[in-house]
Structures are given as structure tokens and as C-alpha cells.
């Protein structure tokens, strides 16, 4: 893997099918929760029109995108109750600094913590760690994404509601299928995916 690389080659990287095994500690409640889910990363090329459809939602210029991904999630979570569903997928779009490729802005079809729009902001890292930062109305979260390996990824979140709830997460994450192409990932609806694949959903707050 190059020592150097940019946010769009960090999602070109993670291409494919994952097992997510996750460990979600409640500060407040100083009890942990664990959880595992399947994830599907499918990369998209600046033209794609998923990704011009997010610019021009976020009222971006399309060309200033240099790609993004669909991701689609759903497994379990140790307090799940009956029949309790965790699964969804969004599209994400990388913005970049004209001077800088390693930092911009992240375009999303919709939040994790409020199904609307949201923009945030990604950064690589000196360890070439792909960091993602989202302010909400209600809440903030900070998660950084590294590759232990070709086919291993580590994942640290943290979010912080503005009444003081705090929950801490970090997930392993093994690849159990190589990268997908685009084109088949593209036009699955989160509906779409509920028979695919073999656990029940599993929402993340932050992301893929």
C-alpha cells in the first residue's frame, strides 16, 4: 500500500463485502454493547449519476467531485428487541480542496442521526487514516477508518449528543469479498437488500 494516498483511493481500498464486528461502549451508562453486521462498499466514478445527483443536491458543482460510494449495511446488536431492524444504505460523494486532495468536504444523500442531507468534512491522516467529521443539530461524530492489511480494516467512532449522551465504538472489520462493481450495487434500495444477505441489519450512527 503507497505511504501517500488520497480519499478516493482509501474508498477504491475498501471495494467489496466486509464482516463488521463492532463493540459500542455507553459512557453514560458505563456498559458496552456488541454487535456484528456484513457491509457492501461499491466505489463511484466522478460521472456517475448518483454522484452529480448528490452535487446538485448539496448545491455543489458536479465537477468538483472526484467519486464516492454506495454503502449498504445490516446486521445485529446485542440489545436489539424483537423484530428491531438495523439495515440501510447511502451514497457518499468526496469533494476535495483545490489545493489539497487529502481533505474536503463529504457529500451524503442523508445523515445517520437525521434523515436529511448532510455535509461533513474528511481528512487523511499522517498514518494515511481516513478521517470523517459531521456536526449535526443534535449531535457530532468523529470516526477514523485504517487498514491493519489488504483485507483487514479498523474503525474508532465517536459520538457526542449535545445533552451530554456520549457513546464510544470500535469495530474490526474483515473482507469476505472482493471489491463489487459499481454498477451492481448502484440502483439497490435499502429495501432491496433486506434477502441479500444473510444477518439482520445493523444501523450505524456514523457510517459504513
Not at 489545493?99 to 461533513?120: C, S
Amino acid at each position: 500500500m503507497d505511504t501517500i494516498m488520497d480519499a478516493m483511493e482509501f474508498f477504491q481500498l475498501s471495494g467489496g463485502k466486509w464482516r463488521s464486528q463492532r463493540t459500542t461502549h455507553h459512557l453514560p451508562f458505563r456498559r458496552a454493547e456488541s454487535g456484528e453486521s456484513e457491509i457492501s462498499v461499491a466505489t463511484l466514478p466522478a460521472d456517475h449519476p448518483q454522484v452529480v445527483e448528490i452535487c446538485q443536491l448539496h448545491e455543489v458543482e458536479p465537477s468538483l467531485a472526484v467519486g464516492g460510494a454506495q454503502v449498504s449495511w445490516q446486521g445485529t446488536m446485542a440489545w436489539d428487541k424483537t423484530d428491531e431492524n438495523h439495515q440501510d444504505s447511502t451514497v457518499m460523494v468526496i469533494v476535495p480542496e483545490s489545493d489539497n486532495p487529502r481533505q474536503g468536504r463529504l457529500l451524503r444523500e442523508k445523515g445517520y442521526a437525521e434523515i436529511v442531507p448532510v455535509a461533513g468534512r474528511f481528512l487523511m491522516d499522517d498514518e494515511d487514516g481516513l478521517v470523517l467529521i459531521t456536526e449535526y443539530e443534535t449531535m457530532s461524530s468523529h470516526e477514523r477508518f485504517s487498514f491493519a492489511s489488504k483485507d483487514l480494516r479498523m474503525r474508532t467512532s465517536t459520538v457526542k449528543r449535545f445533552g451530554g449522551f456520549s457513546t464510544s465504538s470500535i469495530c474490526i472489520e474483515t473482507r469476505i469479498d472482493s471489491e463489487l462493481d459499481h454498477s451492481s450495487l448502484a440502483d439497490v434500495k435499502p429495501q432491496a437488500t433486506k434477502n441479500a444477505l444473510e444477518t439482520r441489519p445493523l444501523e450505524s450512527l456514523l457510517g459504513w
